[in-house]
């Protein structure tokens, strides 16, 4: 037996579920391997801790604790009393500044798309077209080769 299948059957060796010709294998390889016999206590000794964990009683005023700290919680909160006021005043603000911002972006809007505006981007535009992209040195060009004919 190599250490590949004894890692692979440690569990069933363990609760002793082996056949007997295989467990006998198993007992042979922990004897003349010293890391699986290491890692053979090692898991005998995590046995025995979760065992041990399993058995252990929880504490009992543990629930009490925590129900007690709920309880002031809530009662802290409800004794932090926010007056009436506060409470309608918050739900209006937020209303008020909705619709002025609904009242700015039509205002805006209708700024953008009033004719004289619309007329002064087109110019704008058509000057870009012009010297970015060359077109008055090619209408240039055109005005020369006719003067020139």
Known sequence: ????????NILF?????LSGDLSQETMDHLSSCNSCAQ????FNAM??????DKKA???????????????????????????FWIRVLQP???????????LIGSYTANKENSPS??????S?????????????????EDKILVINQ
């Open 92 to 102: 209006v603000a937020l209303a008020i500044a909705l619709i002025c911002g609904i």
């Open 39 to 42: 890692l053979f206590s090692q």
């Open 13 to 17: 060796y363990s609760e002793s579920s």
């Open 47 to 52: 046995e025995i801790i979760i065992e041990h």
């Open 57 to 83: 009683e929880p504490n009992a005023f543990a629930a009490t604790r925590i129900l007690q700290h709920i309880d002031n919680k809530s009662a802290k909160r409800q004794s932090e009393f926010t007056p």
């Open 117 to 122: 505006n619309q007329t002064a981007n087109m």
């Open 1 to 8: 037996m190599d250490c590949s299948q004894f890692k692979s």
């Open 124 to 140: 704008e535009n058509i000057e870009f077209l012009k010297t970015d992209l060359f077109i008055s040195t090619f209408a240039d």
